[in-house]
């Protein structure tokens, strides 16, 4: 398999610069740019810039994957914007880190399948993500706490650790999330189990806020207002951060901290829930298909003698398949001799069949013609 590497950028406050779309051409020939993305694919070479650097000075953010396995996803935040102590909880080395550069503050988020990725399609994986970075400037984890998931089934880390703040709304995660949950193949049921704590998310009413909104002194709003008439990005974000400090909000009620053993004993859990789930609706479609058998069966077993008689591979295959249904539907009935006789006699008129009679030998029907 040849070698294989994928690198797409994005702005998200402000659209490239013509000066910054000239510098970024320089960094390949083959890059695909626009005023607001640019991608590069690299076979048997590699990426010319250093991609933390790049992302930094022109871009808001990165997504990386290469067929031997890593993946990678970049944010660049304003540092005042950025509650750096509360994000630094999730952090985990080698997995999940910020680096200050300038003004701005970088995530990284890298894993490395030992497997590797294989065949990637060239598409834009980076549009059903970039939602996150706006919700981490909300004060919103869900998705470095699912990060923080994904890494734990990668690394043997201490099982007695204890995983950051749980946030809310884990139980109901929006596209971009399970777009993420998706790309990263984070654990379905260690997610299940981890949810278990975590509390719906907190609306605040029109009402609150207009309440908010009248205790910002006039210089205050003048400010605000002028900021918006001059574009000024982030300026929601700022505003509502105010507000939140003048809203007293009720506090999510305390949920202890679990440690990585009990998630994964909890995950365990989950997956012979999901086993049994599994094999309870298995059995009712195998209830519901042999009910519909029952109400033809005259009908299947003329079908049977057709496909026999049509002489070709496929359609003694079709037989053998119709003749494994109806056993199950006479053992379900308890008719398992009726269905006995009538083999028995298809056996006997088609025993010059050998391709069709070693069909029936190969899924084990063959021994129930034996009187």
């Not at 695909?32 to 590069?40: H, K, P």
């Not at 086993?275 to 077993?301: F, G, M, P, S, Y």
């Amino acid at each position: 398999m040849s070698e294989y590497q994928y690198y797409e950028f994005q702005t998200i406050d402000r659209p490239l610069t013509p000066n910054e779309q000239a510098a970024i051409r320089q960094l390949s020939s083959r890059v695909e740019l626009s005023s607001t993305r640019a991608v590069f694919t690299y076979s048997y070479a590699d990426f010319r810039g250093e991609p933390k650097q790049v992302l930094a000075k022109y871009f808001d953010a990165m997504f990386y994957i290469a067929n031997w396995g890593t993946q990678q996803l970049m944010f660049r935040f304003p540092k005042s914007l950025l509650d750096f102590e509360e994000i630094q909880k999730y952090c985990l080395e080698d997995f999940i880190t910020l680096s200050v550069i300038n003004n701005h503050v970088i995530l990284e988020i890298q894993f490395d399948e030992e497997e590797g990725c294989g065949w990637i399609e060239e598409t834009d994986y980076l549009s059903s993500l970039v939602e996150l970075r706006n919700d981490i400037l909300q004060q919103d984890y869900r998705m470095l706490y699912l990060a923080w998931l994904r890494a734990i089934t990668l690394d043997a880390l201490d099982e007695e650790e204890s995983e950051p703040p749980v946030p809310p709304g884990l139980g109901h995660l929006s596209r971009p999330l399970n777009a993420f949950v998706e790309l990263f193949g984070v654990d379905d049921c260690l997610l299940k189990a981890a949810a278990k704590l975590s509390c719906d998310r907190a609306s605040i009413s029109d009402t609150t806020l207009l309440q908010a909104i009248k205790k910002l002194s006039r210089k205050e709003c003048d400010t605000f207002l002028l900021r918006l008439a001059n574009g000024q990005p982030h300026l929601p974000l700022e505003l509502n951060k105010k507000l939140s400090e003048i809203i007293t909000a009720p506090q999510p009620e305390y949920q202890p901290q679990r440690t990585i053993k009990q998630l994964f004993e909890a995950a365990e859990r989950e997956r012979e829930q999901e086993v049994i789930r599994q094999t309870q609706e298995a059995e009712k479609k195998r209830l519901k298909e042999l009910e519909k058998l029952a109400k033809r069966e005259a009908d299947a077993w003329n079908d049977v003698e057709q496909f026999i008689q049509k002489s070709q591979a496929k359609t003694y295959d079709e037989a053998v398949k119709l003749l494994l249904k109806l056993q199950d539907l006479a053992i379900h009935q308890n008719k398992k001799s009726d269905f006995r006789v009538r083999l028995n006699h298809i056996h006997d008129q088609y025993s010059k069949r050998s391709a069709f009679i070693k069909r029936l030998n190969n899924v084990g029907l063959y021994h129930e013609v034996s009187r």
